[in-house]
Structure formats: structure tokens, C-alpha cells
């Protein structure tokens, strides 16, 4: 089945500083990945997401990228500030996991810290 | 617009209890699901439904059921709690993608 890694578990940057999240995944039918924000209490945050059809996507100060040959794709956040400081997961979506669409495959989790 | 409410967020259970773990959506969502996220992992889906009536298993279904009676609520049941199912249980909604884009806050459960 799918396995999705992530890396670094851990990841401390300066304000200001960029922020590189890398995931890689094991099922090349897998077609969708997202990303999700948890701040400390709180439930998963949907941030982002990408296609398998598209490279690169943007929303102001986060990207994703996907390299498909290679079966990996990265989070970008530049310009980081104190409230990004969260845990970040990625997910891949494996088309054929027991038969049935709709379920993701999750990372274990970066825990960022933004330092003022 | 409350989105994904998760009822209670914090339990204590004695090994062999049941209890019910509630989920409520007003977004008139299709796909609901629930996960579970233990120290140092993502999550892993234990059931999701498509649709009122319709439910399904995930990755770790063992030990719980689910039903779906109408669109809003997708409870989950524990039938005799172990202390392997000590964890923070997630529900989630989406509407047209059946993947999870709204999640509730969770409840975080202890089994002694």
C-alpha cells in the first residue's frame, strides 16, 4: 500500500527565514496532495493542495511542488512569522487503497518553529 | 457556521467501557470520516461515509463501528474500550471531494 515520509520531523527557523517541508510517497497512481496545518489543541487545517497534473502551486506565502517522476513534493513557506510555528503533515491520496477513493495516506508530521 | 463539531473533548474510560464519540456537521457535507492520531504519527482513517446510509472501513477499523442516519451526524463507537485505543480522535467533512478539508477540534480520549 502507500507509505508516505516526511522530513524533518523537526525544523526551527528565524523570522523571515523560508521553511522547506519534504514529503515523499510510494504509490505512483496516488493523483492528490495536500497539506495540513495543526496548531497545538486544534484539528488539521487544510492549507494547500496539489494535483498530479500540475508542478506548482502557489497561495501568497506557501508553494507546493511535485515531482512526479521522482514520487516527491515539497511545502515552501517564505517570509515565515511566529504564528506559522505549528505541526505540518503531508497526505497522499492511493487510488487503489482497499478498493475505495476518498481515503488519505499521512506523514508523520513536521513540528515548526518560528523564533522572533 | 460552526462546521465540525466533535462532542465530548475530553474522555476518561476504564478498559471494557463503551461509549459513543460524536460528530456533527452543518455544512451539508456528503464525506465525513474519522481518524485517529497517535504520539508521532499522522493520522490513519478508521471508517468514513459517502452518503446517509453509507459507510465504509479505513485503514484501522478494528474495535469501532460507525453509522450515518442523516447527513449532519457520523458518530463513532467504541464496543469494549482498550487501552490501545488511548488516542485523539478527528472527525472531518468535505463536500465534493471525498477527502477530509474540514476537521473538528477532536476528542482526546484516555482508556485506563
Redesign the interface.
Known sequence: GEN?E?HPSTLSVQEGDSAVIKCTYSDSASN?F?W?KQEL??????IIDIRSNVGEKKDQRIAVTLNKTAKHFSLHITETQPEDSAVY?C?A?PMN??G??????????TKLSVKP | NAGVTQTPKFQVLKTGQSMTLQCAQDMNHEYMSWYRQDPGMGLRLIHYSVGAGITDQGEVPNGYNVSRSTTEDFPLRLLSAAPSQTSVYFCASSDSERLPQHFGDGTRLSIL
Open positions: 508516505v516526511q492528490y495536500p495540513y489543541g486544534k484539528g488539521p487545517q487544510l503533515f497526505a491520496n487503497y482497499g475505495s477513493q476518498g481515503n488519505l495516506i499521512f506523514g508523520k508530521g
